[in-house]
């Protein structure tokens, strides 16, 4: 029976803002070695014996940030399967979608539950927790990994354990709480992780969350299917998906059946929920200062010091602080009241503020583009765009675009002409004028665009054709609106 890893990729990550934000959540941060959680997520599954197919529920927008993600790291060719939600419905949904995936090829199916923005640095001692998991998975059991603790933490779930039954689980508890719950010996973290046979989760979705099950049945039977050599994306059907409830797989099924075992186990785990955690992959120097990045420090002792690329931060006499510095937003916190930036997303998601969205830089399934400046009636982006990708054929109401070719060629669709533009050479595109930007060559292409109107709201787009399946936006009204820069669509 073959392992079947199903990597679970959403979340906003609201404490480690402002790296993480709504369009770049946790899995897509960048660790200190360069890797991003998810890539770590997926060669953990990749790399356990016999596995030759990746499964990844996760979010519609995030599928091209995934798939470049994955593309760097799948040097052995493993499958990779997508299962795309057009919104959010916590893990209950994802799981039960996974579950009915797998159960049409094979019922009996082993199914190891994978969290992408969770770091394990012991691949060795996880392989052998997952292989004690799947032997009891294979006998009709819910597996949970229970980490063993090492310090009363109350930013994490307890497991009761009696052996390898589980008795109970435990939401977050207050720190005497936890500190009792450590020095009982038989309570583990909850670390998320769960094997399973895919007919025993349907029938206890079946007796425990039938409304789930039957919900999420429906989007998949209504779901758009594309498949090729080595991929496969399933793309949940929005209207039936949004009937789906949203709950998570404890509360809909792990903490009512009576078919959960636990594997206890020490493999190095951690959530990196926090900015301490974070930090903690990085050395210390000798005043117990963690930096990444360019940092001048004097007199500076126990800080955490994110700096973002091409920036310098300078620090002078602080103490036990988490500083984090990125182009447009910068973070100063306690060390021990990092849990509570949370709060600061989600104070900027109410006031619709970009900085819980979007960075500077935004990524597209075309490559990325940068706003270097912007002001009234003027923005200024730097465009990549990758080899052989191309923008949608599209036009603006109220703007007007300058291309400047920085590197490599550009091939370019501008009212009823069409030509090449080389590097130093620029183009102009007028209002209302359909216009396409293609990289026909084997390198990235790079131009300066400066947009000048009225309005340079990113939803100012009316898509006429589109390889990337985004459906059309209505033209903006800069009668409705302030002439302030919009979210990017």
């Known amino acids: 029976m073959h392992l079947l890893p199903v990597i679970l990729s959403g979340g906003a990550g609201s404490r480690l803002w402002p790296v993480s934000r709504q369009s770049h959540p946790k899995p897509f941060i960048r660790l200190p070695d360069g890797q991003s959680l998810l890539q770590k997520a997926f060669l953990r599954a990749a790399g356990l014996p016999g596995v030759a197919r990746v499964v990844t529920v996760t979010n519609r927008e995030f599928l091209f940030k995934t798939e470049d993600d994955y593309r760097e790291v799948n040097t052995a060719g493993v499958t990779t399967s997508y299962l795309l939600e057009p919104s959010a419905r916590n893990t209950a949904a994802a799981i039960a979608a996974a579950a009915l995936h797998a159960a049409a090829r094979d019922p009996q199916a082993l199914l190891l539950v994978l969290p992408a923005d969770h770091l394990v640095l012991d691949q060795a001692a996880f392989a052998q927790a997952v292989e004690r998991a799947a032997e009891l998975a294979a006998r009709g059991r819910l597996v949970t990994f229970g980490i063993t603790p090492d310090a009363p933490e109350t930013a994490y779930g307890y497991i009761e354990a009696d052996g390898s039954e589980v008795v109970r689980f435990i939401e977050k508890p207050d720190a005497p709480t936890a500190q009792g719950l450590v020095e009982s010996g038989n309570f583990y973290w909850n670390s998320g992780m769960l094997c399973f046979r895919a007919d025993t989760m349907l029938q206890e979705l079946r007796e425990h969350a039938p409304e789930i099950l039957d919900a999420v049945r429906g989007a998949l039977e209504l779901a758009r299917v594309a498949q090729g050599e080595g991929y496969e994306q399933v793309e949940l059907d929005p209207a039936a998906f949004a009937r789906v409830p949203e709950d998570s797989i404890d509360y809909a099924v792990m903490e009512k059946s009576r078919r959960v075992s636990v594997v206890p186990c020490s493999i190095g785990w951690s959530d990196i929920g926090s900015w301490n955690a974070l930090s903690q992959l990085l050395g210390a120097d000798e005043h117990g200062n963690r930096v990444q990045g360019e940092a001048l420090l004097h007199d500076v002792q126990d800080c955490a010091i994110h700096v973002g690329e091409g920036r310098l931060v300078g620090a002078v006499g602080i103490r036990d602080l988490v500083v984090v510095d990125t182009p447009d937003a910068l973070l100063l916190a306690s060390r021990d009241r990092v849990q509570e930036v949370r709060g600061l997303y989600e104070s900027l998601k109410q006031r619709a503020h970009p900085a819980h969205k979007t960075h500077r830089t935004v990524h597209r399934p075309w490559g990325t583009y940068t706003v270097l400046e912007e002001g009234r009636n003027f923005k200024i982006k730097r465009i990549v765009v990758k080899p052989g990708a191309s923008l949608s054929l599209q036009l603006h109401h109220h703007r007007s675009e300058h291309w400047v070719v920085v590197f490599g060629t550009a091939e370019v669709v501008n009212g009823e002409s069409q030509r090449f533009v080389q590097s130093n050479e620029s183009t102009f595109i007028p209002p209302c004028t359909p216009h396409r ?34 459906t059309t936006q209505p033209q903006a009204d800069p009668q409705a609106r302030p002439a302030s820069p919009a979210q990017p669509s």
């Not at 292409?445 to 589109?466: A, K, N, P």
């Open 437 to 470: 930007l293609r990289n026909p060559g084997m390198l990235d292409l790079v131009l300066i665009e400066v947009q000048t109107g009225q309005y340079l709201g990113e939803d100012d787009i009316l898509r006429l054709e589109d390889l990337y399946g985004r």
